[in-house]
Each structure stands twice: as structure tokens, then as C-alpha cells.
């Protein structure tokens, strides 16, 4: 699954190959994304905040694909707003994890969706390198009808 | 000069070149980068949300690297907290602005640089496309002694 997962994300979103994506794990909430560091350097020789940025969306908008499942293929779902604080250098590969909200907070998502055609959904995570979390990011997503 | 610069953002940040971030204008005060949208797709074939905010936090960076001009060997300048709004989906070309704030305020800046050998200051900017705003960044940066 997780394969599977990486595969559509670099053929759908060219720009994966480039920031070398790897999806690492996920356990129905909680979705971990990786990278390389040496494609995603910055002119200090630590991980450009744009890669960092770039794979902390990706990152929530395929937790959010993934949790849809089957249902993800009817909605248009888009990033409206991300905040990514930098809190450390990161001198090493990378992950990025976002979290599903616990259940009220999805199922008034996927209610207001199916009521409204349109619901957003606020995704947050943390930014980790070397064991230890280098920054967080918060992304509000909307689905709306295909 | 623009080329210089597009040719230094290539060098010293590798994912520019996936971007095919290129430099459109400088007047010393607001800085203008390009991206084409072919490599920045998303699975709806709009640009992903990853590479607007790559570029935007690109373009803040840059001009700030600009604007410091021969000083700006002397400090480590990198992000601290990005947020980008995404208002409109972009489906042509796009670019990101970003403007050095007023006078005043760059003066501030420089001078707690050199009192205190640190300081933040914060670079806002637009997303661009096809002739339209769609978008809106802001990046605080952070200067310290390299």
C-alpha cells in the first residue's frame, strides 16, 4: 500500500521526484512522508525551507486522499492555507507527519461534505530530522465537488 | 544580474532547478521569480500548493539576499515562519512576488543586525497567474552571524 501510495504521488505530482518523497508509514491517522536531503539543500548546506514547506503539504493533502479512500475520488480536495514554522536547522533526510483530527472532528468534516458539497479540514504535523522534530506546520484543506 | 541570480538559486538550491524557478525582475525593492506550471502540477493539473509556497519562501529569501547585497556574506539568513494563502487555483504559469519592507523598517533591521548580531524581519509577497493574483505569502526571516 504504501508503494502503491508513493507511486501515484510522483506520478501525479511531478515535482515528488525531485524532492525524492517516500511514504514511510501510516496507521489510518497519522501519515509519515520522507526525503533526502542532498536534492532539497539550501546555500547553507541544511534543508531548504521550501522543500520542507512543499513536503509538509503533500504530506497533509495525502493523509487526507488516504483517509477519503474510496470516497477521495469524488471531491476536489485543495489546499487553502499552510503555516510552516522552521524551529531548527535540518542537517540530515527528513520526514514530515500530519494527523487526521480525532473522530468528531472528521466526522463533522465528511457530514458537512455530504450535507454542503464543500467542508474544510485543518491537518497538522510535525517536521523531523535525525530523531528529533524541527518544526511544525498546520494546512486547512477543502473538498469540494470534482 | 537576473541571470546571475537565476543562475545562483540553480547552483546553491538544487530543487530550482525541478521549479524552473527563473528570475523576471528586480527595481531593489520588489522581486519577481517565474515558474512554468508543467513541472509544478498537482493531480488536478493545477500547480501544487507545495511548489507556490517553495517559490514564495524562494522569492522572500532572494530578495532579502538582494538586498543585503555585498553584506549578505556575512550573515546566515533563513526562514523562521512561512504562511501562504492559496485563493485560486493556478493553471498557466506562475510567478511569486515578495517586497522588502519600507525604509524605515529595512533600517531597523540592519541596525539590530549589527548592534546585536541577529534579526528577523518579515517579507511579503503575491502569487501570480495568468495576469491574477492568486495568492498571498508572508516569510519571516531570521539573520545571524554565519
Known sequence: MLDTLTGYLHEHFPLSGALGVAVESWDGRTLRLRAPLAPNLNHHRTAFGGSLSALAILCGWAALHLKL??????????????????????????????????????????????????????????????????????????????
Open 69 to 146: 479512500g474510496e470516497g477521495a475520488g469524488r471531491w476536489r480536495l485543495v489546499i487553502q492555507r499552510s503555516a510552516v514554522d522552521f524551529d531548527a536547522p535540518v542537517q540530515a533526510d527528513f520526514t514530515a507527519s500530519a494527523t487526521i483530527p480525532d473522530g468528531a472532528e472528521w466526522a463533522r468534516f465528511l457530514r458537512t461534505l455530504e450535507r454542503h458539497g464543500r467542508a474544510r479540514i485543518t491537518v497538522g504535523g510535525d517536521l523531523l530530522s535525525a530523531g528529533r522534530a524541527t518544526g511544525h506546520h498546520e494546512g486547512v484543506f477543502v473538498a469540494s465537488p470534482l
